[in-house]
């Protein structure tokens, strides 16, 4: 009998899987897909020269977690490559504000925007190298962050402290507005801020937008040479060293609950596989309670806050196999990995507009990645493997645009959309379309199809407004990988801390599965001593 099942293999899945065996528990994945890797995949589906990242491509928060860093993925032949520089958001008129991995660079070009901005972008790198080791360990770690928590209360003592918080709780669009005169600095933060569900006028979207703005400058926002599917694959390979072993194309059908207790799964073919301690489940919240676990088992409380869990925003994306590097008009544009395509603030607010009216945008903020840029072994010298997605709304009630896009993404809608987010990549690139070479769409339902945990192209495992963070994730009152099952722990970025390639989300599950077990043998422990010394009184 295995000690656990995990269910799914994307990146959560394998770090928790991989810190039980490195605990000493015998660990099964189970996967549904006929790969492993969830939503860190690649392949060579578009072109056979051409390597695609089929979903995520560029991973700061892996680069930064400590969780990722402490599994020495090298040692498994995983090798992370960068771009000259990290992000670029050009403008129509040839002017654009690069993130660099310097400070001093990224200031001296936001200085051009408006004199100024430089020093107040280094005032905020100033302040990153500050809390950045205590605000990432706390990030990081389960709620409350209690060591991390305490460090970081301490550095910011004093006058410091309060201005600081009241600075990550500001929209991106003020924040920009108090720190920057030109449109540089405020457009970095707002454009960082759309990685996630968050508009600029959102509470905490600035504190997004700084985070990952200093992420990126810190430590890039890297690839893994090769493709994305080599980071899986590192996993993968470290685990089955350590004795644990991936099943793909096994869906779980249900979790066996007995006594209030996790006893093990149901595969769709009907195995039963039992467990000695623990299931994780890497899946979304509302896949997990009431579909993986029957509601017999859940209190009506929790149910009753799943009903208004909340997805973060639909996706649609583009790959392309492109005869050559992309033609900016705005040359800085050309050395990033990642590149932002919106004029400014104001249309990043008309496009998150449109989407929480439920419209489908009519000018598609697009996020643009040039993955030969960053990895050359990606396709042919002189070419490009390149992709770009923005979003669009979970429920469509209109098109902002003249297509008439439903929301029902049939082929008509998909090809319609990516015309219409090619179109916009032509403004800033012109002669861009007559590179391809081909293209590959990825519509709200391939995203699902691919990845039951990409509900409706939701790629972030819920949304990232600040009323579904912390100890309001999944629901209220919970922010811990612990469920109402004993032995059942929520392992997917629908915990905290949420989204991104980091690895926390399974790391928690895993290290509270084995606490909880540890807690257990103490109690057994000190039961079986009291009953021994009893046992030696009789005798005498």
């Known amino acids: 009998m295995l000690d656990a099942v995990v269910i799914g293999a994307g990146p959560n899945g394998l770090v928790a899987a991989n810190l039980l065996a490195d605990a000493g528990w015998s660990v099964e994945v189970l996967e549904a897909q006929s790969e492993p890797g969830g939503a860190v995949r690649s392949d060579r589906g578009l072109h056979p020269d051409y390597v695609n990242d089929v979903f995520s491509a560029f991973y700061p928060l892996a680069a930064a977690s400590p969780i990722i860093q402490s599994l020495e993925l090298r040692a498994e032949g995983l090798r992370w490559t960068h771009a000259p520089s990290v992000l670029a958001h050009p403008l129509p008129d040839g002017r654009c504000a690069v993130l660099e991995r310097s400070g001093e660079a990224t200031a001296e070009g936001l200085d051009a925007f408006a004199a100024g901005d430089g020093p107040a972008w280094s005032r905020m790198c100033g302040t990153w190298d500050q809390v950045s080791r205590d605000l990432l360990d706390a990030l990081f770690t389960p709620l409350p962050p209690l060591k991390a928590g305490a460090r970081l209360a301490l550095r910011l003592r004093g006058p410091v402290g309060l201005p600081l918080a009241r600075s990550l709780l500001l929209p991106a669009r003020r924040l920009g507005e108090e720190e920057f005169g030109g449109a540089g600095g405020r457009l970095l933060l707002a454009g960082n801020a759309l990685h996630a569900d968050l508009a600029p006028e959102a509470a905490g979207s600035g504190g997004f937008g700084w985070l990952l703005c ?97 997805w973060d925003f639909a996706t649609f994306k583009i790959d392309w196999a492109l005869d050559s590097r992309i033609p900016w008009n705005a040359e800085a544009a050309g050395g990033a990995g990642t590149v932002h395509l919106s004029d400014s603030v104001d249309e990043l607010t008309r496009f998150a507009a449109q989407l929480a009216a439920g419209q489908v945008p009519d000018r598609p903020f697009a996020l643009l990645g040039q993955m030969t840029t960053a990895d050359p072994s990606r396709s042919p010298a002189g070419t490009e493997s390149a992709w770009a997605y923005t979003h669009v709304p979970q429920t469509t009630t209109g098109d902002a645009g003249e297509d008439c896009i439903t929301g029902a993404w049939d082929v008509r809608e998909q090809e319609a959309m990516a015309d219409r987010v090619e179109r916009h990549v032509e403004r800033y690139a012109p002669g861009f379309r007559s590179l391809i070479r081909g293209r590959r769409i990825l519509a709200p339902p391939t995203f699902q199809s691919l990845d039951a945990n990409l509900h409706g192209g939701a790629i972030n495992g819920g949304t990232a407004s600040l009323h579904q963070q912390l100890i309001f994730r999944p629901v209220p009152g919970t922010g811990r990988p612990e469920t109402p099952v004993r032995g059942l722990y929520l392992a997917s970025a629908s915990a905290h801390p949420g989204g991104g390639v980091h690895g926390a989300c399974g790391a928690n599950a895993a290290r509270a599965a084995i606490r909880s077990t540890a807690a257990t043998a103490r109690v057994l422990t000190s039961a079986q001593r009291l009953l021994a010394g009893r046992l030696r009184i009789q005798q005498r």
């Open 214 to 310: 200093m992420l990126g400058q810190h430590y890039g926002f890297p690839v893994p040479a090769g493709g994305a599917g080599q980071l899986s694959a590192a996993l993968v390979h470290r685990l089955e060293r350590r004795g644990g072993s991936v099943r793909c194309g096994e869906r779980v059908r249900e979790i066996v609950v007995r006594g209030g207790r996790a006893m093990g799964v149901r595969t769709a073919s009907g195995e039963a596989i039992p467990v000695r301690r623990s299931v994780l489940a890497d899946v979304s919240a509302p896949d997990l309670y009431g579909g993986l676990v029957d509601e017999e088992h859940l209190p009506r409380e929790l149910l009753d806050s799943m009903q208004r869990f909340q």
